[in-house]
């Protein structure tokens, strides 16, 4: 029976990947994690869930971190928006709990897929700030910051192979993924941006292993 229930969801996973958006790059595959198109998303990174916090707002301008399914970008539809009034200092977060499939107790294996990056787009940034990224197992964390730069269509990249993680972390079995953007320690005070898609970078042979039941293991989160 267990044997079964893992057979389902990595036939499952194999069904999601091989319907997302896949673009060939040199050695490299990106798999759609999350293009902000429906809600819930429906791609890689299972259904997501948007916060965000005011840290500091002096002159009572206000913020706003949203969801437009509908946005058409001209090559992209879906994207979150990033808006902070004058002065104010916002946070956000997106995460992702049910990753591949619709099961909150669901994980995945970032080790059998190969997984080399994440990818997030930018259609426009209008100052410098920073993204985190935090990966949780049942047994520990992985976590990196990169800086985003004022820019029009710019890609960032957070290499999984960079990322600090304490000894006990397992990337076989990743539990939750967490995008945090604009960092307390270091707000942007009125920072505006807009995202249009999340992608998980394998290499072109790890690609391949999606089509077989062996290659990607969805498992269960154990109690």
Same mark, same amino acid.
């Given at each position: 029976?267990?044997?079964?229930?893992?057979?389902?969801?990595?036939?499952?996973?194999?069904?999601?990947?091989?319907?997302?958006?896949?673009?060939?790059?040199?050695?490299?595959?990106?798999?759609?994690?999350?293009?902000?198109?429906v809600l819930p998303n429906g791609h890689?990174?299972?259904?997501?869930?948007?916060?965000?916090?005011?840290?500091?707002?002096?002159?009572?301008?206000?913020?706003?971190?949203?969801?437009?399914?509908?946005?058409?970008?001209?090559?992209?539809?879906?994207?979150?928006?990033?808006?902070?009034?004058?002065?104010?200092?916002?946070?956000?977060?997106?995460?992702?709990?049910?990753?591949?499939?619709?099961s909150t107790n669901s994980s995945m294996?970032?080790?059998?897929?190969?997984?080399?990056s994440f990818e997030i787009d930018f259609?426009?940034?209008?100052?410098?700030?920073?993204?985190?990224?935090?990966?949780?197992?049942?047994?520990?964390?992985?976590?990196?910051?990169?800086?985003?730069?004022?820019?029009?269509?710019?890609?960032?990249?957070?290499?999984?192979?960079?990322?600090?993680?304490?000894?006990?972390?397992?990337?076989?079995? *990743?539990?939750? *993924?967490?995008?945090?953007?604009?960092?307390?320690?270091?707000?942007?005070?009125?920072?505006?941006?807009?995202?249009?898609?999340?992608?998980? *970078?394998?290499?072109?042979?790890?690609?391949?292993?999606?089509?077989?039941?062996?290659?990607?293991?969805?498992?269960?989160?154990?109690?």
């Open positions: 029976m267990y044997r079964m229930k893992k057979q389902a969801s990595s036939i499952a996973l194999i069904a999601l990947a091989m319907g997302t958006s896949v673009a060939n790059a040199g050695l490299a595959t990106s798999l759609l994690w999350d293009d902000f198109d890689l990174g299972g259904a997501a869930s948007f916060t965000a916090v005011i840290f500091n707002d002096p002159f009572a301008q206000g913020a706003s971190f949203t969801l437009d399914t509908m946005f058409n970008s001209g090559s992209d539809a879906g994207a979150v928006f990033f808006n902070s009034g004058i002065g104010t200092e916002q946070g956000a977060s997106i995460s992702y709990n049910q990753l591949g499939d619709q294996d970032f080790s059998a897929l190969g997984a080399e259609l426009l940034s209008d100052q410098v700030f920073d993204i985190e990224v935090i990966m949780t197992s049942a047994s520990g964390t992985a976590h990196g910051v990169i800086s985003v730069p004022a820019s029009m269509e710019y890609t960032a990249s957070f290499i999984l192979g960079d990322l600090m993680v304490s000894p006990s972390f397992d990337f076989s079995n *990743v539990s939750d *993924v967490t995008f945090n953007f604009n960092l307390r320690d270091s707000a942007v005070a009125s920072l505006d941006f807009v995202a249009t898609e999340i992608r998980l *970078v394998v290499p072109n042979s790890g690609s391949m292993a999606l089509f077989s039941i062996g290659g990607v293991m969805m498992t269960r989160r154990r109690r």
